[in-house]
């Protein structure tokens, strides 16, 4: 399930399932996205992007949706793996503006 | 074909000592990103350099903390007379052009500890 922690949101998955993480952006003229993963100790690592004129992309085991009405983007992961376990950010930006983060959601996967 | 460097991975400063955090972009990208971290915090944007320009330093505090990025050689944040709280993990990207669409790749982060 997921809850809030001290300071980051948390996901706890069992391994095998499916995981949505979501991310609410602020700047509804944004028009570029990315996903990114931060392991612990860790720099962040691309894991997909998005452009606003498209509603979905998906990659391997990953899709991201992006719904520009209520300016919210998700991350869906297929078939949760151990390795999956990370911090996950969104970064939305503005026509070649700068970077804005989101807060990130830890994502745990259970044995 | 190597990625983003910084050095050090680790750096301890006691209150008052100057810190300089180094990063060397991917080869090819002219564009430096640098962004703090706090425990269990996201990215904060600090300064955005191009090759012997700042672009955008809208993120930066604006006393102690300089950047530079210089015609050779790496990317520099310096943080002069430290503070605790600038104790934080930086981390700095690069990128090919800037814009939309301009994937930022970043680099493992430089551990700041102010003692």
């Known amino acids: 399930g997921e809850s809030v922690g001290l300071h980051l949101p948390t996901l706890s998955v069992q391994e095998g399932d499916n995981s949505i993480i979501n991310c609410a952006y602020s700047n509804s003229a944004s028009d570029y996205f990315i996903w990114y993963k931060q392991e612990s100790g860790k720099g962040p690592q691309f894991i997909i992007d998005i452009r606003s004129n498209m509603d979905k992309r998906q990659g391997q085991r990953v899709t991201v949706l992006l719904n520009k009405t209520v300016k919210h983007l998700s991350l869906q992961i297929a078939a949760t793996q151990p390795g999956d376990s990370a911090v996950y950010f969104c970064?939305?930006?503005?026509?070649?503006?700068?970077?804005?983060f989101g807060p990130g959601t830890r994502l745990s996967v259970l044995p | 074909n190597a990625g983003v460097m910084q050095n050090p991975r680790h750096l301890v400063r006691r209150r008052g000592q100057e810190a300089r955090l180094r990063c060397s972009p991917m080869?090819?990208?002219?564009?430096v990103y640098w962004y703090r971290q706090l425990p269990e915090e996201g990215l904060k944007f600090m300064v955005y350099?191009?090759?012997?320009?700042?672009?955008?330093e809208s993120g930066m505090p604006k006393e102690r903390f300089s950047a530079e990025f210089p015609k050779e050689g790496p990317s520099i944040l310096r943080i002069q007379q430290v503070v605790r709280g600038d104790s934080a993990a930086y981390f700095c990207?690069?990128?090919?052009?800037?814009?939309?669409?301009?994937?930022?790749?970043f680099g493992p982060g430089t551990r700041l500890t102010v003692t």
């Open positions: 350099l191009q090759k012997e320009n700042i672009i955008d």
């Open positions: 970064a939305e930006n503005n026509y070649g503006q700068n970077f804005v």
């Open positions: 080869k090819g990208h002219s564009h």
């Open positions: 990207a690069s990128s090919f052009e800037q814009g939309s669409s301009n994937e930022q790749y």
